[in-house]
């Protein structure tokens, strides 16, 4: 078994979370789902609906896996003065690190990504990357891996990104599995991004 | 506005729910949410995760448009004495009727769909034929809309069917400007399903 920390928070984007976690979630026998907030209970995404948080942040910070999803637009939706030491000492612990959309911009600011390559939502490119200019950011691409830290782009990107960890942590036929179970038709090019051009051509 | 009515009930498949809702609450001046359960409160999706029923089916039947997910697997995992009338009159009373894999074989052992074109997941169509022979299974096709009844293929197929649903409700502009904004690479065509042919031959 592998434990899967996902982190919510208030606002967070329902699909950056969800996608992905139904991919692993098929896999019930193989990794441990554990949703995670800045306190245990209802918490609310940005379109109202709310998930509940099983415990609190300063209950468990080790996870072999934590999944980080963005919030709505331009803003980080959370008090990232608690937020941060939290995220970057679990994000040290863990052996992978995936966020979707603008949880990149949450990772970023802990430092740990910083002269590394990573990506994000196209349509927020530009706010993302002013909130840390030290990251090697990549405006192409569907999703990045550099060491153990995975980041994709904007909301759906977050589920072929899942799946390819998936195919990396317990095989190919393994991911083929899941996507075929979910219906899902998998991009499994990590550099296939049919949103970089249109997006960045639009601007932030 | 439009009010969408979203039924959850336990063990309900994740991503049937919150992809489509995703879709539609990008379209927050248009689409006015509300997740109704058997009961108000957290229940708990089929991967354990939880989210928050604003309202008891009791308090109201009067929903624009009724999304209806399914659960996990061979088996509709909810009360269905409790459900179906529930479900039937909620139906009646919407204009548009989505629902998404399984979800369809709720809706189906309500009467409704008799004699009308409906889909549903391919690896486990046989059995949800069963359950209604009454209806025109249809064994191929990502989502079918028949009069104000839309019926999607399993799990993912959802989110491409709300943004057809989109489109037709307020325009394939919007529709697009959604798929653009999920950075969701949108499957337009309802009759193109790749999981039908693979799924078919594996057999329920």
Known sequence: MRSLGILVYPNFELLDLFGPV???????????????????????????????????????????ILLVPGGW???????????LPWLKEAAQKADRVLTVCTGSALLALTGLLDGRKATTNKALFDWVASKRPEVNWQAEARWVCDDKYYTSSGVSAGMDMALGVIAEVIGQDKAEEVAQGCEYIWHRDPTC???????????P
């Open 73 to 83: 637009g331009r803003s980080i939706p959370v008090d990232t003065d608690a937020l």
């Open 193 to 203: 991004d049919p949103f970089a051009r249109t997006h960045c051509a639009l601007g």
């Open 22 to 64: 139904e991919m692993f979630g098929w896999l019930a026998e193989v990794f441990e789902l554990t949703l995670i907030g800045p306190t245990a209970g209802p918490i609310r995404s940005n379109m109202g609906l709310a998930t509940v948080a099983e415990m609190a942040m300063n209950e468990r910070t080790a996870f072999d």
